[in-house]
C-alpha cells in the first residue's frame, strides 16, 4: 500500500516539475477564470477529507496491525478462561462490539478534528480527546486488559496526530487559494480626520 501511493505521489511530483505551467497553460484558466480560485479551494477540501478519514484510517490499521494482533491474542485467552464461569457472567464479559465500529469511530474523530481545526476552534480537540478517552477506557480497569488499553491509547494519538497534521495542511492550502474580498478604501473624511497635523 504504502509503495504504491508513494509511486503515486512521485508520478505527480515529476510530472509537476516538468509542466509546472500546466493549470495555467490549460483550459481551466480560460473557461473557469471567476470560478478557479473556488475551484482550487474545493479541490484541496476534498484532498484534505480524503486524506484525513479514510487514508487515515487505512495508513493506522496498517502501522497498528502488529499491536492488535498481541491485543486479540490476549483477549482470545482472557474469554477462555471463562470456560469455567456461569454462562450469564460469560455472556456479560464476551459482548463484541459493533461490527466496523471502531472504523466508524475513527472516520468520525477524524472529520470533527477537520471541522474543528477549519472553524478555528482546535481547543475543541482536547475535549474530543478526552471524552474518547473517558469512553474508550473507562471500561478497561484490570491489570490484564493493559494491552488492550496501550492498543487503544496508541491508536488514538496516532488518529488525532494524523487529523491535525493533515487538517493543518488543509487549511493552509484552503487559506491560500480560497478568493479574497477586495479591500474597501476608508471614506475621504476618514482619511483627512487620520491624517497627521501639518
Keep these: 500500500f504504502m509503495i504504491d501511493q508513494m509511486a503515486h505521489l512521485i508520478v505527480i511530483a515529476v510530472l509537476a516539475g516538468f509542466f509546472p505551467q500546466a493549470s495555467a497553460n490549460g483550459w481551466w484558466p480560460e473557461s473557469l477564470s471567476h470560478l ?22 487505512i495508513v493506522i490499521g496498517k502501522l497498528t496491525e502488529p499491536i492488535r494482533a498481541e491485543a486479540e491474542k490476549i483477549a482470545i485467552l482472557s474469554t477462555d478462561n471463562l470456560a469455567d464461569a456461569p454462562s450469564a457472567a460469560r455472556g456479560q464479559h464476551l459482548i463484541a462490539g459493533l461490527r466496523n465500529g471502531g472504523r466508524y469511530i475513527g472516520w468520525l474523530e477524524r472529520t470533527l478534528v477537520l471541522l474543528l481545526m477549519l472553524i478555528g476552534q482546535p481547543s475543541g480537540i482536547g475535549f474530543l480527546i478526552t471524552a474518547k478517552s473517558l469512553l474508550r477506557l473507562g471500561e478497561i480497569r484490570e491489570s490484564k486488559d493493559r494491552k488492550l488499553a496501550e492498543y487503544i491509547i496508541i491508536g488514538t494519538f496516532l488518529s488525532f496526530g494524523w487529523s491535525l497534521v493533515w487538517s493543518v495542511s488543509t487549511q493552509n492550502a484552503i487559506d491560500y487559494w480560497r478568493p479574497r474580498q477586495p479591500a474597501t478604501q476608508a471614506p475621504l473624511r476618514v482619511l483627512l ?3 497627521p497635523p501639518a
Excluded at 480560485?37 to 484510517?57: F, H, K, N
Design 36 to 57: 478557479l480560485p473556488w475551484l482550487y479551494t474545493a479541490m484541496c477540501l476534498l484532498s484534505g477529507v480524503i486524506l484525513i478519514v479514510p487514508v487515515g484510517g
Design 193 to 195: 480626520e487620520q491624517a
